[in-house]
């Protein structure tokens, strides 16, 4: 039996016209509608995703199967799963979009989900990284990544370089909760102690109570998971001025608190800093290096495409190769179980989406942030390979 909001939201949906999946403007036209951050602090994150988008239909061309696929991009401002739910039914209502894309934080996806499984509109998460998202709808997939699966590599990695002792700091919401999980079962499983872990506000700049707590602690590593923007920077300044290092506790992490866009903000704070992450725009490909030279040009030379630059493109791949293979079907049913099961070349190594659960599946990268001829860069030393 659904519980009351399912029935208040289906009435709503009803009452919208959103329930009959909506047709293209035009036969010919596949229309995308990718929810966003385009302005505020987290408007990295949505640039990021517009300059992946447009480099990959700058590399491949605007249509596939026959049809032309159109981008429509929608400023949802931050994590606002009012605004992202009222975004999404304009998109479906009005602007008549076959896709549903973008979504940099995992409340938004949420709020939108059950309007992607009502309205049968697929919906392609290029950033959210809870644990378990996509089955919150069977209209979901996911190109970017999920903590679950990308936190482990560096407990077993922090054990074999003779880490007994971790300390765990995350960011107080899903994400963060799934990373500090991740991070403390795989620990303990390979012998290692927590001998502590602390959740933060997400978008607190003052770390300097939590450090100290650290530092009491003399853990072996401080392992963390805070977001980019301002946060990040604000977290490894404060690690360097408390003295953590000099106290011989090593800063390990998602490739969240050293992104790609900060790492001239970070600066030589940053080097050392061992991380891992499912992808390094110094990743080695002739493809990625194709794909840093074109998203560059989408922007400016001095841009660096971040894992949302990536799995944005990898959207795109996706939803091209999906469109290939329905001959340029775009209704949700045929288009989503087109999307399951695929497998793509991307700018990261091999990709490919769960057949079941709609998820991806990827290597993950063990790097080290480090200096070289004047330039910070995330290099990549040890891969952990996807499970087969």
């Known amino acids: 039996m659904p519980f009351p909001f399912q029935k208040a939201l289906g ?11 909506p047709a293209a403007f035009a036969q010919d036209t596949v229309r995308v509608g990718v929810i966003a951050e385009m302005s505020g602090p987290f408007a990295e994150f949505g640039k990021q995703m517009q300059a992946g988008i447009r480099a990959y ?8 199967a026959g049809k032309r696929v159109e981008v429509v991009i929608k400023d949802v401002g931050g994590p606002n799963p009012d605004a992202a739910k009222r975004i999404a039914t304009e998109l479906v209502v009005r602007e008549k979009v076959n896709v549903l894309a973008g979504f940099g934080f995992t409340p938004n996806a949420l709020a939108v989900a059950p309007i992607a499984t009502q309205a049968k509109v697929p919906m392609i998460v290029m950033n959210a990284a809870a644990g378990g998202l ?3 709808s ?3 997939v996911r190109t970017s990544f999920h903590y679950p699966e990308t936190v482990p590599p560096i407990a077993q990695w922090a054990i074999q370089q003779g880490a007994k002792k971790a300390y765990v700091i995350v960011a107080d919401y899903s994400p963060g909760h799934d990373a500090e999980a991740a991070f403390i079962a795989a620990f303990k499983k390979a012998g290692g102690e927590i001998v502590g872990s602390v959740r933060t506000p997400l978008m607190t700049l003052d770390f300097a109570p939590y450090m ?5 602690a003399r853990p072996d590593v401080l392992f963390s998971f805070v977001n980019g923007g301002d946060v990040a920077p604000a977290f490894i300044k404060e690690y360097r001025d408390k003295g953590l290092p000099e106290a ?3 800063l390990i992490g998602t490739g969240d608190i050293v992104d790609e866009a900060l790492v001239e ?16 725009m110094h990743h080695k490909s002739a493809l990625n290096e194709r794909f840093v030279r074109e998203f560059k040009a989408q922007r400016d030379p001095k841009s660096r495409p971040t894992i949302m630059g990536v799995a944005a493109y990898d959207g795109m791949a996706a939803l091209y190769a999906a469109l290939a293979k329905t001959g340029g079907k775009a209704d949700g049913p045929t288009l989503i179980a087109a999307l399951a099961g695929l497998k793509i070349d991307s700018p990261r190594g091999s990709l490919t989406i769960d057949k079941n659960s709609r998820d991806v599946v990827h290597d993950q990268y063990i790097r080290r942030f480090e200096k070289q001829d004047g330039a910070y860069y995330n290099v ?6 996807a499970a087969p």
């Not at 100290?212 to 009491?216: E, T, Y």
Request: hydrophobic fraction near 40%.
């Open 380 to 385: 990549e030393f040890e891969t952990f390979k």
């Open 265 to 280: 903000a970070i600066g030589e704070r940053g080097v050392g800093i061992t991380t891992v992450y499912p992808y390094s």
């Open 57 to 64: 239909q700058k590399m491949h061309g605007d249509s596939v």
């Open 212 to 216: 100290q707590r650290v530092k009491d």
């Open 248 to 250: 011989g506790i090593q």
């Open 134 to 136: 996509t089955a919150k």
């Open 11 to 21: 009435g709503a949906l009803v009452a919208l016209g959103l329930v009959a999946a």
């Open 138 to 140: 069977p209209y979901m």
